[in-house]
């Protein structure tokens, strides 16, 4: 059964009451940016305080700092003026619970969703599968604090990303609703 109709219908509402967003500015208000996690339980506007048009917020599995992650900072910089950023990853976050190795297999094996039991994620479907998986830097993580430090680390150091741009690193704590600092990232990530 499709989620479709309640979207809809929660779209009918809010657009009901939408009243002057509609002349919102295309630069975010508050001139910053949040990469983080697709992770459902995180819910950015809530965590960081903000309201339409206020920051870009871009997500992605793990909120890892991949080339598309940069790409969208960039342009949120170049063409939009945000002058900060924030590398949010969490606590409990799926990308800790499998590997390269573990999800190239999974897709070699099925294209239908895993399940995760106690001794990791396991395929429960018929194949096929694909051998595409292989090509795919799935951007796993190891050690929560050493990614995000990783990941603000990459975006300092990328070359269309100038100094001027503070970078700070935190971890969500997905069962206290806290920002966490990650220090060694937020010094990484000082604006020069």
């Known amino acids: 059964m499709s989620i479709v109709d309640e979207v809809l219908a929660a779209n009918d509402d809010y657009a009901s009451t939408f009243g002057s967003k509609g002349e919102l500015g295309l630069p975010p208000a508050r001139a910053f940016a949040i990469l983080t996690c697709m992770d459902a339980r995180l819910?950015?506007?809530?965590?960081?305080?903000?309201?339409?048009?206020?920051?870009?917020?871009?997500?992605?599995?793990?909120?890892?700092?991949?080339?598309?992650?940069?790409?969208?900072?960039?342009?949120?910089?170049?063409?939009?003026?945000?002058?900060?950023?924030?590398?949010?990853?969490?606590?409990?976050?799926?990308?800790?619970?499998?590997?390269?190795?573990?999800?190239?297999?999974?897709?070699?094996?099925?294209?239908?969703?895993?399940?995760?039991?106690?001794?990791?994620?396991?395929?429960?479907?018929?194949?096929p599968g694909s051998a595409e998986a292989n090509f795919v830097d799935w951007l796993t993580i190891a050690d929560n604090v050493q990614s995000v430090v990783d990941d603000v680390a990459r975006i300092r150091n990328h070359p269309l990303v100038p100094t001027r741009i503070a970078i700070y690193g935190y971890i969500y704590d997905v069962a206290t609703g806290r920002l966490i600092e990650v220090p060694a990232a937020t010094t990484v990530g000082k604006a020069a």
């Open 43 to 127: 819910d950015p506007a809530k965590y960081a305080g903000l309201s339409e048009g206020d920051a870009h917020v871009i997500r992605n599995a793990g909120g890892r700092a991949s080339d598309d992650a940069i790409r969208s900072l960039v342009i949120s910089y170049k063409l939009l003026g945000t002058r900060e950023w924030f590398v949010i990853h969490h606590t409990n976050c799926g990308m800790e619970f499998f590997t390269d190795d573990v999800m190239r297999g999974l897709l070699a094996s099925s294209l239908e969703t895993a399940a995760l039991g106690p001794d990791g994620f396991t395929d429960v479907g018929p194949g």
